[in-house]
């Protein structure tokens, strides 16, 4: 009789264990599906903003572009279109080679950019060629050009260049997007479009307006969706392996540690600069210059400490010497997986916490 009683009170002491197992298990189960979830989210973004292909920018042609609320694709203006559709409203920027200009077109802002003097045409006309030639989600859009008067219309991004970054992210509006993961995403951005540069239909191509970190952060524009397209092309020579040429990044001697080591004068200070015997590099001098751009893109949000610890060793490799740098596209990748660890990071320890 004790042994019956014995075995009904542990069978009802199992019974009524079953229920309570059974939330922890459903809750696993939905922790693991909300960290795909969350990490499929993250990885769409990165390869929809910035990816490894060309498409996404438009369903236009090659030639033509929408704007604003415009439902069909118009043809990029020529001079005649510029000189009597679009009107400058005020000067918004520019640099040696170009004057920027807030206009107007059939009620749409567009940016018109000038030539600022004739000594600096080929410069000029270079650029308006590489935004023709590399139109792509990494480039800013191509509206129209006008090689006579030395004209080109883009699209016009309000936030302007990428260093008013962290002027905008300090706006009341924009403080919520002021995180780790809206900066890291724009490193990401970053690094894509210099992938896409080294490995461009036309060939290899260097950012050599980066002198120094201000210049790099003149080059790129920050959209209003909070991702960064190549805007300044004036600058961007090829590399031909095949044709043994290399690149010299203009004729003056540079100078600082943001450069490479190999775009420095070699023959030290008892030797005149001559541009003549400057040594010619490649397109590994952007590499070098990436973790700077990169931590001040992480800026000082919380959790960017963090990101800039698991990059570290990606970062210590673009420090290297000219042959032992990493690709553009083998720090992209580190960046991607970087981003997925962290993701997931964010994710657990909360669902690890509450089982």
Known sequence: MTVTVWREKSQSVKSDRMPKLIPPVLFLLLAALLVNLVLYQYLSDVSVSHGKTNTGLSVCPHGHFRLGTLKNCSPWLSCGAIRGEVHKVKHVGGGAVKRV???????????????????????????????????????????????????????????????????VLNLPKYKASNTWHRRFMLAIDYVSIIHYLHNSPLGTFVMCDSSDLDKVLSQYLLTSDFHIVVNDLDALPLVNRSAGELVRCGHQELQGEFVAPEQLWPYGPEVPFEDSLMPSYDEKTDIWKIPDVTDFLLGEAEGSDLVRFHLFDIHVACKKSLAERPSAEKVLDSYRRVLTSLVREMVMPGTRDML
Not at 101 to 111: C, Y
Not at 125 to 144: A, F, I
């Open 101 to 167: 200009f807030l206009s107007e077109w059939k009620e749409n802002k567009v940016a018109l950019s000038q030539l600022t003097t004739l000594e600096l045409q080929e410069d000029f006309l270079h650029g308006v060629q590489m935004l023709k030639s590399l139109q792509s989600k990494y480039v800013v859009k191509l509206l129209g050009f006008c090689e006579e008067d030395f004209l080109v219309l883009t699209e016009y991004h309000p936030f302007g260049s990428l260093k008013n970054l962290n002027q």
